[in-house]
């Protein structure tokens, strides 16, 4: 069904590289909006501390790993140090006392597959949503931020993917499509494939930082200063490396067998993985292994009919990469 081919010589390639960044500076925050994210973060502090002064705040996702549009959501995480909590009490709670501080639409989600609190902050307007304990999620944004210092190419790839990815509707987990995280971690992958490699594998570098959460450790080469430049011997353009993720996705990945692993640098077979059949939800039909947590298979959301989905969006973005004299045009059409 689906379509192998080779992927031409596309001889203007170099000329789509502006559009490409014009898109991707479009969509950067400005440092404005970064200040108001921190006024708001403070702010927050300050409620929180009134009633846990040991708990911190700590901002995770898009926000923090920076992969965040200009104009989005807030994702926070309070960590309290106490492991025995009773997360619904402390929403509950924390809910009444943003309430009392004229936060508006304040809203605790306490059955939620991650409980969190809904908040808008009428001064800065921006709305943000607060997890707790969810310290995984935090040293993910971490890795994938300093993954970013590294070569900015990433960023400008994970930009460009990811606005495809919401223009054309497959970034829905609940619809069985990707997340962002999962895609930020196809493009870091993608990157420690080149040849030369664009990105370096981290956690299989020196150890230089270590935590350990909920019994997963957590541990990797995060000087990344020292790595600015790491890529340099590649010239890959933009435009170049947007069509060679499209066309890796669309005509040469291997979904019966691979597993992408960002932790190794490497792909992984399914059978190593011992995930070759079903079990319960989890099909395994395009397989991105969490950094940290691996047993977590984040394409665990895609089902028989979000997979045609998927993979006939990437032939579409590959094919539109090989031949459309404006391809800027059409990959971001709404679908
Ligand atoms: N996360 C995770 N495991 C997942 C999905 C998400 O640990 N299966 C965590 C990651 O820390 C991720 C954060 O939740 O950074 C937010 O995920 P997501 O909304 O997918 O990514 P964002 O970067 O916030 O993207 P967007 O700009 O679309 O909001
Ligand atoms: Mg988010």
């Known amino acids: 069904r689906y379509k192998k081919r080779q992927v031409a010589c596309r001889g203007d390639i170099d000329r789509l590289n502006n559009p490409f960044l014009e898109i991707y500076e479009s969509l950067i925050p400005a440092e404005e909006e970064k200040a108001k994210q921190k006024q708001l973060l403070t702010l927050l502090e300050k409620i929180v501390c009134k009633e846990w002064p040991d708990a911190r705040l700590c901002l995770y996702g898009s926000c923090g790993n920076s992969f965040g549009f200009s104009k989005s959501d807030i994702d926070v995480c309070l960590t309290i140090g106490d492991e025995d909590i009773n997360k619904s009490e402390v929403l509950l709670k924390l809910a009444d006392m943003l309430q009392l501080d004229n936060l508006q639409n304040v809203q605790a989600l306490t059955r939620a597959r991650v409980p969190i609190v809904k908040l808008m902050d009428p001064s800065t307007g921006i709305s943000c949503d607060i997890c707790i304990n969810n310290v995984l999620a935090v040293v993910n944004t971490k890795l994938l931020r300093d993954y970013a210092e590294i070569d900015l190419r990433l960023r400008q ?172 045009v059409k990959l971001f059409e709404p679908y």
Request: hydrophobic share 35%.
């Open 157 to 328: 790839l994970a930009f460009i993917v990811k606005h495809w990815a919401k223009t054309r509707g497959v970034n829905e987990t609940y619809q069985g499509t990707l997340s962002s995280y999962a895609y930020v971690l196809m493009c870091i992958h993608f990157l420690q494939q080149r040849r030369p490699a664009i990105l370096p594998c981290l956690q299989e570098m020196k150890t230089t930082y270590s935590v350990t959460v909920d019994n997963v450790e957590c541990s990797y080469f995060d000087q990344v200063e020292s790595l600015i430049g790491f890529g340099s011997r590649n010239r890959e353009s933009i435009a170049q490396l947007v069509w060679a993720f499209f066309s890796y996705w669309a005509y040469f990945h291997n979904y019966a067998n691979d597993v992408i692993s960002v932790r190794t640098g490497t792909i992984l077979s399914k059978r190593t993985k011992d995930w070759t059949k079903r079990i319960g939800n989890d099909r395994h039909l395009i397989c991105i292994e969490d950094p940290f947590e691996i047993s977590h298979d984040l394409g665990r959301v895609v089902d028989k009919s979000s997979i045609r989905v998927l993979r006939e969006e990437f032939e579409r973005a590959a094919e539109i990469m090989q031949d459309d004299p404006n391809p800027c």
